[in-house]
């Protein structure tokens, strides 16, 4: 039991591509990571030696992170400055982030026109949202009584 404590004290301090690779390890490790409780994604560490980010892979590692991790997140770090994502897929990613029951949302993304999900706000989990860097449009947000 301590050992398991301990393994996802050290994953949860690494960033989701860190702890990804540790399941190479070895059989215990991996699917270790899957378990933790801090999640940072940061695509500045999605981009190849040459400079470049293949855009679909990038996606593809986000949704699969995002995925795979199960159980509630206490955190969860998304800071996707470095890409042009599409904001559907951004406000799709921020939904199911909030599935994970998260309490702490920092969201980064240098991109406009990304229409933040109405559970961002109904969170019943979230007890801190930080959001860098957002260029928000003005919106009429309308809820339903």
């Not at 702890?19 to 500045?44: F, G, H, L, P």
């Not at 400079?51 to 949704?63: L, Q």
């Not at 939904?95 to 706000?121: A, C, M, Q, T, W």
Request: aromatic share 10%; hydrophobic share 40%.
């Amino acid at each position: 039991m301590i050992y398991q404590i301990l393994v996802s004290k050290i994953l949860s301090l690494l960033s989701a591509k860190e702890a990804v690779r540790t399941s190479v390890m070895s059989k215990a490790w991996e699917y270790q990571w899957t378990s933790i409780n801090t999640i940072k994604i940061d695509d500045s560490e999605l981009v190849n030696p040459y400079g470049s980010t293949r855009k679909y892979e990038a996606v593809d590692f986000i949704v699969r992170i995002i995925i795979l991790c199960n159980g509630p997140r206490k955190t969860f770090h998304l800071s996707l400055p470095k890409q042009h994502y599409n904001s559907g897929d951004m406000a799709r990613w921020i939904k199911y982030i909030l599935l994970k029951e998260v309490e702490d949302l920092k969201i980064s993304f240098n991109h406009e026109g990304l229409v933040l999900p109405r559970s961002l706000f109904t969170s019943t989990s979230l007890t801190k949202l930080d959001l860098q860097s957002l260029l928000i449009s003005q919106q009429r947000i309308g809820y339903h009584t």
